[in-house]
């Protein structure tokens, strides 16, 4: 009885301790989450955006001998700001299709696709100018 009666009246434990002792597994946990998340929609952000840019560059090339190398121009300047080794992790490719040959017939739709390693692929589109 005496030990129920000691039991009672000691607390020894704080609830900040204990709050933290529970709790800190979660706030990890979810903050790998966000950070996991947030790193997957930058890259798709960044593949988006390389892709219109790659498809603007062809578009509006002088001629058709240098849509093709403008478009990958764009390609190896943002590889260049890239380090070494996530230029080694994820490879970088480059696709461009039209809708119709040859490709700078006015109205025509170019397509870029971009793929960064295995699993990501955008894609971004624009006509060729009708006054060419």
Avoid: H
Wanted: proline share 4%; hydrophobic share 40%; net charge positive.
């Amino acid at each position: 009885m005496q030990v129920i009666r000691l039991l009672k009246k000691s607390d020894p434990g704080s609830a900040v301790a204990e709050f933290v002792i529970f709790t800190l597994p979660f706030f990890t946990a979810f903050l790998i989450l966000i950070t996991a998340i947030s790193n997957k929609s930058l890259a798709i952000s960044e593949s988006q955006n390389l892709a219109r840019q790659t498809v603007r560059a062809f578009v509006t090339s002088p001629s058709e001998s240098l849509a093709q190398v403008r478009a990958y121009q764009v390609l190896e300047i943002y590889k260049s700001k890239r380090t070494s080794t996530s230029n080694q992790i994820r490879d970088i490719k480059l696709k461009i299709s039209c809708s119709n040959y040859p490709c700078f017939t006015p109205g025509n739709m170019i397509t870029a696709t971009i793929t960064i390693g295995n699993s990501q692929q955008s894609s971004a589109s624009e006509y060729i100018d009708l006054w060419r």
